[in-house]
């Protein structure tokens, strides 16, 4: 009975697009007293109040707090945990905080002269704050709902605490990157804005200290949560001898839509529903020994194609939306996975050289302006290259090629088979399809090995290879969480510096 609840709190909402689009709802009841369910007993679930997290601290002293080395998610959430718990961190970013970040973008925007040091893929937040910021994981890890909650605490949208999939959106995160770096430092955390890292020095297995472009700093513990996108850091790694090895990664393209073509595809003759969102898609082709399986990839709905680019002289795509998702365009990268053993080499940096290759090839086919080389997706499939004036929500605009080239055979193959797929799974797909060339960054080539346990690097016993650019994550939630994990293992070996 009505009486017998004491609260209702929504844990998940998603949307079921099949027939006639509706609404789902997971809720959490709170009752006052016991009541017998007669009615769909299988819809309902008792649950117990989970027991508060227990976290256990060591003893072994520290003369100087945890340098961590990048304030990408995982960085960001390593930081957080271990200032929250009075490890005073000290967070090392060769980019800019995001208010001189943003101005750098713009500046990029308007003038096409790159900031290699503060861009899209570099500087407070990681690549991540500048992605769309989708909170998409498959983990059902108990700390997902802990770092939903940190983030509406420091300002997202509160409906990211059930709404599946989550989505903030990159103007919105921006604030929360800015609020989260203030708390931090309230808890006596400090950050290095506009400092890379040079060399580090090591002895019998063990970091001593980090070098700058700045200073010195000693160390006792160091997180390395440097990203995947600065090839100098994986070089520095590579000459100190720590252990890294090739891994699967994926690459591949954009392919951008008007979204009211995706609207009409999904939701059909509810389309213009003003309660629906814009709508979304996620696609898989078949497999193939001949070639490798394409997917869809951080589909962004109501978003923009932006300039992922860290490097002069290269090109890369990315795609993001803001919170409304209100532009009249739909993007998702369609991408393929690249073995190690498909290199020439079977060095750990060689797909470090080779998505360098390709993306200095987009860049000159692009006309070396950072304009993007583009093809319409029915020319793609029937090998032609495209000419003429082409539309497209990126900023720089696009020219007609022939995409295809920029890639081996066997992806350009495994690209047409599964074009074809996605157009009868979605017609209308290549007719309206504009491809956008490279997506290189959906994922790092490298892992740096550590301990399966006590997730410290096999070469040196205090350092801490996190995140995606260690090559153990794969997006903002996976690298929070591994950032939070690997803060929790210093956690139990070292003791707090702050008490209190």
């Known amino acids: 009975t009505a009486g017998a609840v004491q609260s209702i709190q929504i844990v998940k909402r998603s949307l079921d697009a099949r027939n006639k689009p509706q609404f789902q709802y997971c809720v959490d009841v709170m009752l006052k007293e016991a009541i017998s369910i007669t009615e769909k007993p299988n819809q309902i679930q008792w649950m117990q109040p989970e027991p508060p997290e227990k976290i256990t601290f060591g003893n072994l002293p520290l003369d100087h707090g945890p340098v961590i080395i990048g304030s990408g998610p995982s960085g960001l959430f390593a930081g957080y945990w271990l200032a929250r718990h009075g490890y005073c961190p000290k967070i090392i970013e060769q980019g800019q905080p995001i208010e001189q970040r943003h101005q750098d973008i713009q500046t990029f925007l308007k003038t096409r002269q790159l900031n290699p040091t503060s861009n899209y893929v ?256 029915s020319d793609f499939i029937h090998r032609m290259p495209t000419s003429g004036k082409l539309e497209s929500s990126y900023a720089f605009g696009i020219r007609g090629a022939n995409v295809a080239s920029l890639f081996p055979k066997n992806i350009a193959e495994g690209l047409f088979q599964a074009l074809k797929e996605f157009d009868q ?37 205090n350092l801490y290879p996190v995140g995606e650019g260690a090559g153990y994550a794969g997006g903002i939630m996976t690298a929070a969480m591994d950032g939070i994990h690997s803060a929790l293992k210093i956690m139990a070996k070292w003791a707090p510096m702050q008490h209190g």
Not at 241 to 250: A, D, R, S, Y
Not at 326 to 352: C, F, H, M, Y
Not at 444 to 450: A, K
Request: glycine fraction near 8%.
């Open 122 to 377: 570099f500087g407070e937040g990681g690549a991540g704050t500048y992605s769309d910021g989708k909170l998409y994981t498959g983990a059902t890890s108990g700390l997902v709902p802990q770092i939903l909650q940190i983030l509406v605490e420091h300002g997202a949208p509160p409906e990211i605490l059930y709404q599946s999939p989550p989505h903030i959106g990159s103007d919105r995160l921006r604030a929360v990157m800015i609020r989260m770096r203030q708390q931090i430092m309230s808890w006596h955390g400090e950050f290095c804005f506009g400092q890379s890292v040079q060399d580090m020095a090591i002895q019998q297995n063990q970091v001593k200290s980090v070098s700058t472009n700045l200073e010195l700093i000693p160390a006792d513990v160091v997180i390395l949560a440097s990203g995947g996108h600065c090839p100098t850091t994986f070089e520095m790694i590579q000459r100190l001898g720590i252990i890294m090895e090739p891994k699967p990664f994926q690459m591949g393209l954009r392919i951008e839509h008007a979204q009211e073509f995706i609207n009409q595809n999904r939701y059909r003759k509810y389309a213009n529903d003003p309660r629906l969102p814009p709508a979304a898609y996620r696609l898989v082709a078949r497999k193939s020994k001949l070639y490798p399986q394409v997917c869809s990839f951080c589909m962004c709905p109501g978003g923009e194609i932006i300039p992922a680019i860290g490097e002069p002289g290269h090109l890369v795509t990315n795609g993001m939306s803001h919170h409304k998702r209100d532009s009249k365009w739909a993007n998702a990268a369609l991408v393929a996975t690249v073995e190690p053993t498909d290199l020439e080499s079977q060095d750990a940096l060689a797909g470090i050289r080779y998505r360098s290759q390709i993306e200095q090839q987009a860049f000159i086919l692009g006309g070396s302006d950072f304009t993007a080389p583009a093809q319409k997706a």
């Open 425 to 461: 799974e979605m017609p209308g797909f290549l007719r309206y399809g504009i491809l956008i060339a490279p997506e290189t960054r959906a994922s790092c080539p490298v892992r740096i090995v550590r301990d399966d346990q006590e997730r410290y690097s096999l070469s040196c016993q």
